[in-house]
């Protein structure tokens, strides 16, 4: 780089007086590989009157080359990943200061300085792609209608079952308080339980069912046998 | 309270930005990458390293394109867009691709296009060599050669003694003598050799050659002059090889070479009906190729080692204005590759003069080659060989199209030509379901009530015995196809799909050709034709229009309206008139047909097509004048037309950007209903137009609204410490106006970067009022429309854009999309128009009734979220225009963009909400329905015994 110098000195004897800006993208978290990255990967300095572009090179690194004095933003364009804006401020003296800056705030209002050369990290990887809500059987799983169905199935099924195994007087304690919580949930379902198709197809109306307070009562006392 | 109604916001928010989904990417959407007309001396065969077999063909075209294309396929390795400008130069290096364009010069990893270094300096290249250890000599206009280094692109050396006069020095040394100062070095060409470079330039029109040592960048010799008469050099420089430069003398009827290093030119006569000359060069091979107006041939000459040339043999004279000769070096020998307008080949060798071999072209027509490159292998029996040439197009129109003929058979074309699309219309095509019917339902609407039921029931049982069978057959299969989510085949010809998604969009070259491309089936080109013949150049496009159905109207600014058929391309009518076109319009005739206005340069307005008479309402147009005027020009029914009103705006500021509302804009409510059930009145005005323009020395762009009829300014905004150097892009659509510009920092305390303004119009401030216009039921330009309320808000993007669309349904009920164009390659951006909404409230959460509007809080910023780019992953370059149109479906909208690649994809803005969509799965729904049913029938037995036991056990 030193050798180099005097040779850079003379060229920019020839051009207007103005620096260059050296920047890279290393491996970091997000992009472990930056080599990655497509030949189109654009980084630009713009502020008003002044846009310069260039392409990230193969080593991953970016060079702007007679960059005059000002005041610039720095955007990264790549695909999949999303890089934060930079303020880049090129002084008088070609001096490089680097600063994070935020879209939409005063561009006065600068963060932390980064140093020279510049590093970029994306901040996170995109995708450009939405995904399709399709069949999940976890994600169906974890819904609450599906989980109170599913307990309210299991309930039905394994508490008779639990009830035949648990302690006789207890049994006989459970089934009276729940034939008091019951009573009208019963009748409901016992008038279509009771429904006589026998005397329904000999012709008999519905007169000659039993009255709804016997039925209720007649089939309460039927619940533990019905259930075996 | 504010977590909870972000958490709240975030559904509606994200829905409404929905992106596209992995299985619809790169089936609903077309992409044709194009990279432009190829440049004769910058495309080449070459290995992307040295230890590969195979090569690729790189090319930089006129568009400061670099690309590498794979001569297998014709498939773009990669490509790079170059700063554009109109000096081109690449060159291949050993693993690299060198390119200058203006005065940058950057070199790229021929293998997969990064870039490897780039520098820029003060002045233009005029040529660029790649040395033997693969560094770069650079010759610019000042006459300044330096050579930059092949892995950092520094400047290793400079050498300046080109032009050693100052400007004010009479007399000054020149070479070995005095000269008489009196016009100013040239520079010319660049010649390498293994050690040396030599400058070739012209002087006191005279041509000269210095010579410089490549290591120490110091003259080897002085400058000598190598010609006596006068000459123009610079006309034909050698293709390839570097020894060789070339000239025309003044008369233009001789042309000479000089085998550098001798400096004793040889010189070819000129016969004097030969329109082009073109010099080719491989070593000491040397071919000079004739082309007339009918026919071209060649000589072959041989230069010795003493640099003097002789002429071996001449290849006969071949019909056809348009060939291409490439050279090529294989084992020893240098092959002839012609390539004849019809695409024939002839291989010759340029040491004996009969052909080696000869291919015809089998499958294609005219090809009308303008430059080819070629790479020829002889075959190990030694009498075959296997022959690509690579061609670029000069068809009429259609300039730079590109073919690869590999022995006489076409591998494959580009239809490069498509890159320098300049105006489109969209072309509705027929609908099979009524097109057959149309005359019979026009005979029954002639009908009384009952003769036209009968009719419809017999015609109703008739297509029953027609189509019937055929249609119960293709049942099952129809079904199959939907269970196997099959996409549906789009049909072909002048026929739409049931969705509407299959149109025709015409477009237009800069170059005057023609073309049906057809959006339905990835961007195909159905047809295409010449606006221009051979030789004539195109003077450009005033309008393009559907003139009815399925004919295309064309007018031509240089003078001339051409009609075709939008199917076939078959042209229907074609009218000349004088003078040139500045304006056209369409409109509709009182009789219910649609001609076009045309305004001519001499102020006179003529009806399109000529000869029909047609009446219609006066026409007003807006014609920009310069700058710095933008006219209103009204045309009345007699085809009178005269200026209304003139707009100049402010000094100092210059007009940049005029837009009008696109002429399909429905609007599908007049009001916008708040979250307490009143309405703001839109202020909707067809005539609006909205002008950009900008102040480059206070650095402010300012936004006009004009009523284009009375001329009378609706609404003017101005910004402050804006780019103008950078375009200021705006859209109008409805009631709201958006446009983007680049701010500095304005004052203390300002953001710097892209802001995205939207205004929207209301007829009043104050809800269910309308303001000035009160409850008048027509709202006339001629009456004063009123003046709008104007909403504004302003937003910071992360990007530049370079254009705008709106998405464009059959009813406007669907919400809007705003389609920005992005630079470089990535794509178009789609921004839902409720984000930009200027109601959105500032710096509070938004209260009951403005949720209920669908308002949610304001941010500064609008992300580039890469969900909502539209073109995805794919790499567009180059476009400068999106236009939309509606499908059938009301929720989708029709994009297509050009002026580079050409793209096209679907979008729904609120979702494709009147049609099943990939994600609905059919056969989940009707296996639910069978299992249930299945299961009821199991089931109920049992219930049935359950119950039976249960009475019988009681």
Redesign the interface.
């Known amino acids: 780089m030193k050798l180099l110098a005097p040779l850079t000195a003379l060229y920019l004897l020839a051009s207007a007086s103005a620096a260059t800006v050296r920047g890279l993208i290393p491996a970091s978290t997000v992009l472990p590989n930056p080599s990655e990255l497509p030949a189109d990967t654009t980084i630009t300095l713009t502020t008003a009157g002044e846009l310069h572009k260039t392409f990230l090179r193969w080593d991953n690194t970016f060079v702007f080359r007679n960059v005059s004095e000002g005041s610039y933003v720095l955007d990264v364009a790549a695909e999949g990943y999303a890089f934060s804006p930079l303020r880049v401020d090129v002084g008088k003296g070609e001096e490089v200061a680097v600063k994070q800056t935020w879209r939409g705030r005063a561009w006065s209002n600068t963060g932390e300085s980064k140093g020279v050369p510049i590093e970029l990290r994306p901040i996170q990887a995109t995708s450009y792609y939405q995904v399709r809500e399709g069949f999940n059987l976890l994600k169906m799983l974890s819904s609450p209608m599906i989980l109170i169905a599913i307990v309210s199935l299991v309930s039905i099924v394994f508490l008779p079952k639990l009830l035949d195994k648990m302690d006789p007087e207890f049994r006989a304690e459970f089934e009276a308080h729940q034939k008091k919580n019951s009573v009208t949930t019963d009748r409901m379902t016992n008038n279509i339980a009771n429904f006589d198709a026998a005397s329904f197809l000999a012709g008999m109306g519905k007169s000659s069912t039993p009255a709804p307070a016997q039925a209720s009562g007649s089939s309460a006392g039927q619940g533990g046998n019905k259930r075996k | 309270m504010r977590f909870f109604s972000g958490v709240l916001l975030l559904p509606c928010f994200v829905a409404s930005v ?6 619809d ?1 790169y089936h609903t959407d077309w992409h044709i990458p194009l990279i432009g007309p190829s440049l004769p001396t910058s495309t080449f065969f070459h290995q992307p390293n040295q230890d590969s077999k195979a090569s690729l063909i790189y090319s930089l075209t006129d568009r400061s394109i670099l690309a590498a294309i794979n001569p297998k396929d014709g498939e773009l390795v ?1 490509r ?2 170059l ?1 554009e400008s109109a000096v081109n130069v690449a060159r291949a290096g050993n693993g690299v691709v060198v390119s200058a364009t203006g005065t940058s010069v950057s070199s ?2 021929a293998g ?11 002045q233009n290249v005029v040529d660029l060599r790649i040395t033997p250890a693969n560094k770069v000599a650079v010759l610019f206009a000042d006459g300044v050669v330096r050579l930059l280094d092949d892995k ?1 692109g ?3 050396w ?1 050498w300046r003694e080109l032009d050693r006069c100052a400007d004010d020095v009479l007399v000054c040394a020149y070479g070995d003598a005095n000269f008489l100062r009196n016009s100013t070095d040239v520079p010319l060409s660049l010649h390498v050799t293994k050690s040396t470079l030599t400058v070739a330039s012209q002087s006191l029109k005279k041509l000269w050659v210095s010579t410089i040592d490549l290591a120490t960048g110091k003259s080897t010799s002085s400058t000598t002059h190598i010609s006596t008469a006068a000459d123009i050099p610079a006309k034909h420089q050698a293709h390839h090889g570097d020894e060789l430069l070339s000239w025309t003398e003044e008369s233009g009827r001789t042309l000479k070479f000089v085998a550098l290093p001798s400096t004793t030119p040889a010189s070819v006569a000129i016969p004097n009906d030969v329109v082009e000359t073109v010099l080719l060069s491989s070593k000491d091979d040397v071919v000079v190729h004739f082309k007339t107006h009918g026919e071209s041939w060649a000589h072959v000459y041989k230069v010795d080692a003493k640099g003097v040339a002789s002429e071996v043999y001449a290849v006969r004279p071949r019909l056809g204005a348009h060939s291409a000769i490439s050279l090529n070096s294989a084992g020893g020998k240098t092959y002839l590759v012609w390539t004849l307008p019809n695409g024939e080949t002839v291989l010759y060798d340029v040491a004996k003069e009969e052909a080696l071999a000869s291919y015809t072209l089998i499958n294609a027509t005219e090809i009308d080659p303008r430059h080819s490159v070629s790479e020829v292998v002889p075959r190990p029996d030694g009498t075959s060989f296997a022959v690509r040439t690579f061609v670029s197009s000069a068809a009429p129109g259609f300039v730079g199209d590109s073919y690869l003929i590999r022995n006489g058979e076409l591998a494959w074309s580009r239809k490069e030509s498509l890159v320098s699309v300049v105006a489109s219309t969209w072309i509705e095509l027929l609908d099979p379901s009524t097109e057959e019917i149309v005359e019979e339902l026009d005979a029954e609407t002639h009908k009384s009530v009952g003769a036209a039921y009968v009719h419809r029931v017999t015609r109703h049982l008739n297509e029953l015995s027609l189509y019937g069978p055929a249609w119960i057959q293709a049942l099952p299969q129809r079904i199959l196809g939907g269970f196997v989510n099959k996409g549906t085949e789009m049909p072909t010809g002048k026929w739409r799909d049931f969705f509407g998604f299959r149109k025709f969009v015409i477009v237009i070259t800069a170059e005057g050709g023609v073309a049906a491309i057809d959006v339905g089936r990835n961007g195909e080109v159905v047809w295409q034709a010449s606006l221009v013949n051979a030789g004539e150049k195109f003077r450009g496009v005033s309008g393009i229009y559907e003139v009815r159905k399925g004919h295309v109207g064309i007018v031509c600014t240089g003078g001339s309206y051409v009609e075709y058929n939008a199917f076939d391309g078959i042209e229907v009518l074609k009218q000349d008139f004088t003078p040139s076109v500045l304006s056209t319009a369409q409109v509709d005739t009182q009789g219910g047909k649609k001609i076009i206005i045309a305004l001519l340069s001499n102020n006179k307005a003529i009806a399109l097509p000529m000869g029909v008479d047609a009446e219609f309402d006066s026409v007003h147009l807006t014609v920009k004048d310069s700058t710095r005027s933008i006219k209103g020009i009204r045309v009345s029914p007699n085809l009178i037309s005269s200026p209304t009103w003139t707009f100049v705006p402010p000094v100092g500021e210059s007009i940049t950007t005029i837009e009008g509302r696109p002429a399909h804009d429905p609007v599908a409510s007049i009001g916008r209903v708040l979250g307490d059930r009143s309405v703001m009145y839109k202020y909707l005005n067809q005539h609006m137009i909205v002008i950009s323009t900008v102040n480059p020395t206070a ?1 402010t762009a300012s936004i006009y609204l004009i009523d284009s009829v009375s001329g009378s300014i609706l609404h003017s905004a101005t910004h402050a ?6 375009p200021i892009v705006a859209t109008v659509s409805e009631n709201w106006v958006i446009y983007s510009y ?4 304005a004052a ?6 892209y802001h995205l303004v939207v205004l929207e119009l209301y007829e009043s401030e104050f809800k269910n009022d309308r303001g000035s216009l009160a409850d008048a039921d027509e709202v006339s330009s001629f009456k004063g429309a009123g003046k709008p309320h104007v909403l504004s808000q302003s ?2 993007f ?2 530049a854009v370079k254009a705008f669309a709106v998405t464009d349904t059959k009813q406007g009920i669907t919400s809007r999309d705003i389609l920005a164009l992005l630079p ?3 794509g178009i951006y789609s921004i839902p128009k409720r984000v930009l909404d200027p109601r959105r409230p500032v710096g509070r959460e938004p209260d009951a009734a403005e949720k209920e509007e669908g308002l949610f809080i304001y ?3 609008i ?1 580039i ?3 909502s ?1 539209i073109t ?2 794919r ?1 567009v370059m180059g476009l400068k225009k999106v236009v939309t149109t509606p499908s059938q479906l009301e929720s989708t909208s029709i994009v297509f963009a050009y002026g580079g690649d050409l793209f096209g994809t679907r979008v729904a803005p609120s979702l494709a909400f009147d049609v099943l ?3 609905f ?1 059919k056969i ?1 729904l009707v296996a639910t329905v069978v299992g249930l049913t299945i299961a009821s029938f199991m089931v109920a037995p049992m219930v049935r015994k359950k ?2 036991n ?2 019988w ?2």
Do not use: C
């Not at chain 2, 296009?113 to 003060?122: D, K, P, Q």
């Not at chain 2, 203390?748 to 970067?753: D, L, Q, R």
């Open positions: 929905l992106g596209i989904f992995k299985d990417a990669w790079q867009q700063k790229f990893n997969n296009g990064r870039l490897v270094w780039e520098n820029a300096f003060s950092s520094d400047v290793a400079e650095a410490a804006v780019d103008v150097t950078q680049f701010s500095d920092e203390e305390g300002t953001a710097k970067g937003y910071v992360p990007s470089g390659t990535q941010t500064p910023v992300e979220d890469p969900k780019i995805h992953k790499k969509g990939k994600g799965g989940q119950q039976i249960a009475r056990s009681l």
